[in-house]
């Protein structure tokens, strides 16, 4: 078993099922924090954020979140990540 876990197929293979989890948990914290700063309104972007596949730009939005103040500041920041 041990050399199976040094293996680099096995070391990919544990990469690619990270990923979508990492993804979901970034997902849900950003709808978490939409909702806390600008309640069911915000909720309304989840939709597009939601159609975001990469983690990096989804970190950006989520970091985002804290310093924007506006909705529409939020949107251009989604637009940019697309």
Do not use: C, H
């Not at 876990?5 to 997902?27: F, M």
Request: aromatic content about 4%; glycine content about 8%; overall charge positive.
């Amino acid at each position: 078993m041990a050399i199976l876990t040094k293996s680099p197929w096995y070391q990919q293979i544990l990469r690619e099922g990270e990923a979508p989890g990492e993804r979901r948990g970034i997902i849900s914290g950003i709808e978490m924090a939409l909702e806390n700063k600008f309640g069911n309104e915000g909720l309304q972007l989840m939709s597009q954020i939601s159609q975001i596949t990469d983690l990096e730009k989804l970190k950006v939005i989520q970091r985002g979140i804290k310093t924007v103040n506006l909705l529409e500041e939020l949107q251009r920041l989604i637009n940019s990540a697309k």
